[in-house]
């Protein structure tokens, strides 16, 4: 594999923080370029492209947006997860997710970061406006940033609901104070992001995995049009995506989350992480969902991990289970013992989390800073096409659903059977689907919410419906004179 020499360029600065270092033996670099971070010959710097690069490198270092917010938000106020670590361990934020006892001065970097990223997004769009350049490249650039910007506001929109819409540069703070939007008005906004990024980019990089596609634009898409119960909209985004032939299942689920599965030709948006000789692009994602032991079993800090109602909610023999959950006591799949419990402090943990051993041993590095997030894969387009079929009472919809059991029981016939019947079990059967296709991945919440269940499921953690937004920082509130509420 061939080494890079990395030039970070000044333009960048804002856009990345400084890495997490540590040392290491193993001189084989990962073959690929790190978004955000120009290599040598790339880029003129100053260009439009250039700052369409440090967008990605924003995604990666912006707290909230991609590091240990993201399941806080996304997966630990789910049935399916809880704080985990120790008891004591960040035990002030555990009641405020796990138990929903919001609070206003907990969780602002989530509110910050993805703000700070829109607004870095308006100022790569507002320079391309002002400079009347029409050329494809540059157009492009301004498609990435839109379909950046959307994703940002999906994120707030669920987490949020009611967010102000900001698309000018920020010169001065009172430039970012505005009161805010209603949901329809938000939507209304990453629609017209998306449509505008779905006409204008690639189909795919080549040379640079992880740069938002056409795939991208029109997965959020149809994903938000599902929320607002759009099923036809849904269903036409869905199988735009499926037609365009860019995209298919991986064989293997286990190896969809190993490091062979990145950038795979399952993913439609990754966040994409690297390790390097002394460097590590990445941040505490990761590390901070590894298993929590001494010695070789030192992998992290322990955090988000499965619970009891997730390890029973798979069907007999669902070889998902053993790929997203791991066992203290138990055979890590790579012929290792996990220590039991105690003396590990939890049961389960995510083995989504998890590394190669070989590999981790190569680099001498136990915790986890290589492996990308994936955003979207085709699985969950697949599966927005089958429940927007389903309800649209179109006989596609079971195949739709077939597709993505047929790779989880993995040539084993006598598992995970066809789903057929009426809407009504098909239905449930999707929603069983979603749920332990992407268990610990952050969809489980927002699904709940979403069909209306979440208070039935979540009401005996102290769930109540209020409960399904979280609260604006009182930073955000403070800083903005009363203007936000």
């Known amino acids: 594999m061939k080494k890079y020499k990395f030039i970070i360029k000044l333009s960048f600065i804002a856009a990345l923080t400084l890495p997490i270092l540590h040392s290491c033996n193993n001189d084989d670099f990962l073959d690929m370029k790190p978004l955000g971070v120009a290599t040598d010959g790339d880029l003129a710097a100053g260009g439009f492209e250039e700052k369409a690069f440090g967008l990605y490198g924003k995604i990666r270092t912006e707290g909230g947006v991609a590091d240990w917010n993201r399941y806080w938000f996304q997966s630990i106020r789910s049935d399916d997860a809880a704080k985990g670590s120790t008891p004591t361990d960040a035990s002030t934020l555990g009641n405020v997710m796990d138990s929903y006892q919001y609070a206003t001065t907990e969780f602002a970097s989530n509110w910050n970061g993805h703000f700070s990223l829109i607004y870095a997004c308006n100022d790569l769009i507002v320079d391309i406006e002002a400079s009347g350049l029409k050329d494809e490249g540059t157009i492009v650039n301004s498609a990435e940033a839109k379909a950046i910007r959307a994703f940002a506001y999906f994120d707030l929109r669920r987490d949020y609901g009611s967010v102000p819409i900001i698309l000018n540069k920020i010169i001065k703070p009172s430039d970012g104070i505005k009161a805010k939007n209603t949901v329809a008005e938000v939507d209304a906004q990453i629609i017209t992001d998306l449509e505008f990024a779905a006409a204008n980019l690639p189909l795919n990089w080549p040379a640079y995995p992880g740069r938002a596609t056409k795939g991208f634009a029109n997965s959020l898409l149809a994903k938000l049009y599902l929320y607002q119960g759009n099923y036809a909209k849904a269903l036409a985004k869905s199988e735009e995506v499926i037609d365009s032939g860019q995209y298919a299942l991986t064989s293997s689920y286990e190896t969809l989350f190993s490091e062979a599965g990145d950038n795979s030709k399952e993913s439609i948006f990754e966040v994409q992480f690297l390790r390097l000789e002394t460097t590590d692009y990445a941040n505490n994602y990761w590390e901070s969902q590894g298993v929590r032991g001494t010695s070789t079993w030192d992998l992290g800090w322990g955090f988000n991990v499965p619970t009891t109602d997730l390890v029973n909610a798979y069907e007999t023999g669902d070889p998902r289970k053993a790929a997203t959950i791991l066992f203290s006591g138990q055979d890590d799949g790579f012929g290792n013992t996990l220590p039991a419990s105690p003396p590990l402090a939890q049961k389960y943990w995510n083995k989504k989390a998890y590394t190669t051993p070989s590999i981790r041993a190569s680099y001498g590095v136990n915790k986890n800073f290589w492996k990308n997030i994936k955003i979207i894969r085709y699985a ?106």
Do not use: C, H
């Open 380 to 485: 969950d387009v697949l599966l927005i096409a089958a429940e927007a079929a389903n309800e649209l009472g179109n006989p596609k919809a079971a195949s739709y659903l077939e597709k993505v059991r047929a790779r989880a029981r993995g040539g084993n016939s006598d598992l995970l059977p066809a789903i057929t019947g009426s809407q009504t079990t098909l239905r449930a059967a999707i929603k069983q689907e979603r749920r332990v296709e992407f268990a610990m991945e952050g969809e489980r919440f927002y699904d709940l919410v979403r069909w209306g269940q979440a208070t039935s499921v979540l009401g005996g953690l102290g769930y109540q419906d209020k409960n399904k937004y979280y609260p604006i920082p009182q930073t955000a509130i403070d800083q903005s004179g009363g203007i936000l509420i």
